[in-house]
Structures are given as C-alpha cells and as structure tokens.
C-alpha cells in the first residue's frame, strides 16, 4: 500500500491518551469538553459538539436542521459517499451538482443551472419531476481542505432560500477570504480519521454559532438525552454517536500544536498539480491541505504503474472511470484521468 499520509502522533499525545486509560473515565470525561473548546475556539464559533465521525457530525445537522424524508438536498457530485449518505438515512434524496474542473469544488454556474431546471420541472429522479418547493439545502464542501467560493455560492443559495451545511471534514485550517471555514453555514462538520490534518483516530466536531442546533446535536449525540444529562431520560430520538474519551484527550492534544502541525503540511503538503495537470493550489484563496510531502511523486509513480497494468497490485490504485454516473461533467473527467485519494 502507498499511504497519502500519516498521522503526526508525538510522545504528549500518547501521554495524554495514557493518562485517560489510567484515570477509568473512558467516556464523556473533561477531555471531551476541552477538545470541544479548543476546535470551537481555533476557529471562532460558539459551540463545538464532538461526536463519533464527521459522518456522524453530518448527520446530525442535517437532522437537527429538520429535514424530512422527500426533501431534497443539493451535494456536489464529486466527494466521499457521506456527504450524500446523511440524507438518505433521513428518507431525503440527493441532487448532485456538477464541480469546478480547477478546484473539484461545486460550481455557482451548475448550481444555478440546476436550481432553474428544477423549477421547469426539467429535472427527475426515478421518473418523478422534483418537487422545486423540496429541494430545501445545500452541502457545501471544502473538497480536500479546499474552501469553496463561499461568496458566489451563498449568493446562490440565499437567492434560492437554500438552508447550507459545510462539509468541511478535510478543512481543517482552511481559510476563505481571512474566515475559517466551517462558519458559512448553519453548522459545519471536521472529521479526524488519520489522513485528515489533526487525527483522534475516529471522530469529528460539529461547530456552529446556532445555540438551538448546539442543543440538539449535543442530545441527539448521546441517545437523546436532555440538557440535564439524566441517564434515563430520554427526551428524543437520539444515537450513540458520542466521541469517547482516550479519542477526545488525543484530538486536544494534537489541538495545543496545530499551527505547528499545519506549518509541516503546507511546507510540502500543498498539492499544486496532479500527474495530469489539474490545479489544486490557486491562490485565491488561503488554503491548507494535508498531503505528504512525497505524495505528488506517488502518484506519478502509481499512475506509471497502473498505464503498466500494474493498478492492481496498488491499494486505492485502479482507475475510475465514472461515465455512467457523471458523464460529460468535470466530475468524470477528473475521475477518468486521477486516483482515488481517500
């Protein structure tokens, strides 16, 4: 296997994860609020919630937004299977917008063209026309620690009364004209599995400056429990989607260094170009994505080895071709030419 990347681990964070293991509380200890605190803070939001996944984040915003099965919910058509997924586990459906071919971001141009479609009635999906009075939000995602043009699409999305949730599991650090993002919407999710900036292994924060969805994310996340916290009472429905603790002492851990963290990335972790060409590094926008400092010479290597039928033999190295699903779109052309990177 060729690793995109590697989590920054050092001798405080197995001592801060040791120091739990020893104290017996394992779950929703004083690290858990102090990893909340320190992601809420880094990027100047009201609340932070930590839950189990971003995928977990994702879903209970959405939910807490108040979504209802037969509403739609606009994603770009090109990013990991969650930001999709959370709207089916609620009986929403999907409409995927096309994206930029220079940033993989999803495009003001496809978004309009989508939105004035449907509301010809021009677009369905399983031969039903969409409903345009459905179609009710927007995922926004920073793809690969990339911010989306904020501007033009809240322009969009505020014209169309679009309710925007930010998708920023791979941002961390990321910024948008002087602005962290994960603030551009109602609430906005990061995720810290290994190969984003930070890692707590599994997990993920949602921050937002929305008290009432603080509240419901922080219920729903711990089986609906009310703002008391009585064990057994149980005021909605709710998930076991809580962080434990050795996770939450390691994710504030690496919080205490994180320029430093991000400093190593963007030294070399930056991705310019790809092996075909594609720009990922405009500078429009002040941006930090974790990549290796190697990773452009690995994926020159593997697109060398896959031409050479080697592909196979490559964990994540095999081509995809996407026609079927976005054909014609930027989606497919990058999908035809590049790797899978997660």
């Known amino acids: 296997m060729i690793p995109l990347s590697k989590p920054d681990i050092n001798g405080e964070d197995v001592k801060v994860v040791v120091e739990v293991l020893k104290s017996g509380r394992l779950s ?15 990027v100047n939001a009201k609340y932070g919630v930590a839950v189990s996944s971003g995928t977990a984040g994702l879903h209970l915003v959405l939910k807490a937004m108040g979504v209802e099965r037969g509403d739609y919910m606009i994603v770009p058509s090109f990013t990991f299977v969650a930001s999709a997924n959370v709207a089916l ?17 999803a495009s ?5 063209d989508l939105l004035i479609r449907i ?8 031969n039903e026309v969409v409903d345009p009075s459905r179609v009710k939000y927007f995922m926004g995602v920073d793809i690969f620690g990339h911010p989306l043009d904020w501007d033009e699409i809240l ?4 014209e169309w009364r679009l309710e925007v949730l930010e998708d920023s599991c791979e941002a961390l650090g990321a910024e948008y004209k002087g602005k962290r993002v994960g603030k551009f919407g109602v ?11 930070i890692t707590t292994g599994e997990g993920g924060v949602v921050i937002t400056d929305d008290e009432r969805i603080a509240k419901l994310v922080r219920s ?26 050795m996770s939450a002492a390691l994710g504030y851990s690496q919080m205490l260094r994180i320029d430093e963290i991000l400093k190593k990335e963007e030294g070399g972790g930056k991705l310019q170009r790809t092996a075909k060409g594609l720009r990922m590094g405009q500078n429009s926008f002040r941006q930090r994505v974790r990549y290796e400092d190697e990773l452009v010479r690995l994926r020159n290597q593997v697109i060398r080895r896959c031409e050479q039928g080697q592909g196979d033999e490559i964990h994540g190295g095999k081509r995809s071709t996407g026609e079927k699903l976005f054909s014609a779109s930027a989606s497919a052309t990058f999908l035809q030419r590049n790797l899978r990177l997660w």
């Open 220 to 245: 729903m996340r711990n089986q609906g429990r009310g703002e008391e916290n009585e064990w057994l009472l149980h005021v909605r429905l709710g998930y076991n989607y809580r962080i434990d603790e």
């Open 187 to 197: 609430a906005g999710v990061f995720a810290f599995y290994p190969n984003k900036q």
């Open 108 to 112: 003001k141009d496809s978004l309009e």
């Open 155 to 158: 322009e969009v999305t505020n």
């Open 89 to 105: 586990y609620e009986g929403a459906i999907p409409l995927f917008v096309d994206v930029e071919e220079e940033t993989l971001n």
């Open 119 to 126: 509301k010809k009635g021009k677009v369905k999906i399983l």
């Open 28 to 42: 929703m200890g004083p690290y858990t609020e102090k990893f909340e605190k320190a992601v809420s803070e880094y």
